[in-house]
């Protein structure tokens, strides 16, 4: 059973351009989030989709971030004109829906520099 | 508002001590305590967790203590060694979200 996985796992953009974050949930998870990482911080929470649902997008920055799960394919975070601030490690976690299924399990993380 | 709070923020630790690393949280609705430890480059990994009908939870060589009354709760890694060395997120589950403290960078002394 293949764990989350994200793709890539560097991207460089220049400010400006456009960057697109992919992750496969675990087999069976129907529960995507996306965490963004800063060098020497903590995991912030960004947002929290189900399948075809943005069920809490709380921590998203209002402008040019975006996110979907299509019913088919990958979970996709969606950065429009990067600027360098944008430089961080973006994590991707999967859960499973159900009974006491809270565990969450992260991918390898995206690793996006703007230059 | 820091809904998770984790203390230290660096800890370092002599091989064979016992590292302990502190969270309290503020909303009473949190039904899960998650710990995840994350080495260099890598994503997070769940470590341990507890619910809070529990007050203790033991696996192997890592600890959880668990205070409701007092909204807190401690990871303790008994016999620390140097591959523990690694940074140690808690986490406070509500629906579905996630709530991360800003972690620990633990490094223990060979």
């Known amino acids: 059973n293949a764990g989350v996985m994200q793709n890539p796992r560097h991207l460089v953009r220049r400010r400006g351009q456009e960057a697109r974050l992919r992750c496969s949930p675990m087999?069976?998870?129907?529960?995507v989030y996306w965490y963004r990482q800063l060098p020497e911080e903590g995991l912030k929470f960004m947002v929290y989709l189900q399948k075809e649902n943005i069920i809490d997008e709380s921590g998203m920055p209002k402008e040019r971030f975006s996110a979907e799960f299509p019913k088919e394919g990958p979970s996709i975070l969606r950065i429009q004109q990067v600027v360098r601030g944008d430089s961080a490690a973006y994590f991707c976690?999967?859960?499973?829906?159900?009974?006491?299924?809270?565990?969450?399990?992260f991918g390898q993380g995206t690793r996006l520099t703007v230059v | 508002q820091q809904q998770v709070k984790q203390s230290p923020q660096s800890l370092i630790v002599q091989k064979g001590g016992i590292s302990i690393i502190n969270c309290a949280y503020e909303n009473t609705a949190f039904d899960y305590f998650p710990w995840y430890q994350q080495f260099p480059g890598k994503g997070p990994a769940l470590l341990i967790a507890?619910?809070?009908?529990?007050s203790e939870k033991k696996e192997g060589r890592f600890t959880i203590s668990f205070n409701k009354s007092a909204k807190q709760f401690s990871l303790h890694i008994m016999d620390s060694q140097p591959g523990d060395s690694a940074t140690y997120f808690c986490a406070a589950n509500r629906d579905d979200k996630i709530i991360f403290g800003k972690g620990t960078r633990l490094h223990i002394l060979p």
């Open positions: 087999k069976g998870h129907s529960h």
């Open positions: 976690a999967s859960s499973q829906q159900g009974e006491g299924a809270t565990e969450a399990f």
């Open positions: 507890i619910r809070p009908d529990v």
